[in-house]
């Protein structure tokens, strides 16, 4: 996928522990950041911020002694330029749907929007999602289901205008 940026290119510091092997999913849950997201950050010339933020991302991750994720973690996330941020990755359990069973049936996907500030998905990031979801298929076997966190945990994630999307059939722009 010409869209993804790797773990390498956007500087991930390794997981604290192997990931948990996943053979295959039901499908994908959406997520949002569900914080304040900078409204200038889906401007063209703003990209070059995109992998700090994912770096912050997994550092509060790996700061967060009440979940105690091992790595960042959603398996992908997708800027608001479109590009797709290599994650945990394909076949590694995430910890972003709820628990371990939630974790086992879906792949987490994150839209890096939040709820002030930039909180419209624009066409490149949907195109974006779809990217990510179509790579999560082809290399993670997962299955066909596009759902939000909400399906399955009391969350507000992803929010309204994410979900709407994703009730609409997740189509591509
Ligand atoms: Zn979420
Ligand atoms: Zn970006």
Redesign the pocket.
Known sequence: METLVTRAEWGALPPLEQWRALPRTRGV????E?RQVPADLALPDRHHRCAARVREIQAMHLADTVQGWIDIAYNALVCPHGRVFEGRGAHHESG??GDRGLNRAHY?V?AMIGDSGLTEPGTALLNGLCDAVDWLREHGAAGPEVA???DG?D?D??GEPLYRWIQAGAPRP
């Not at 849950?29 to 949002?32: A, E, N, Q």
């Open positions: 849950k959406i997520h949002y569900g972003a749907n987490a994150c939000g966190h909400r945990r969350t994630c992803p």
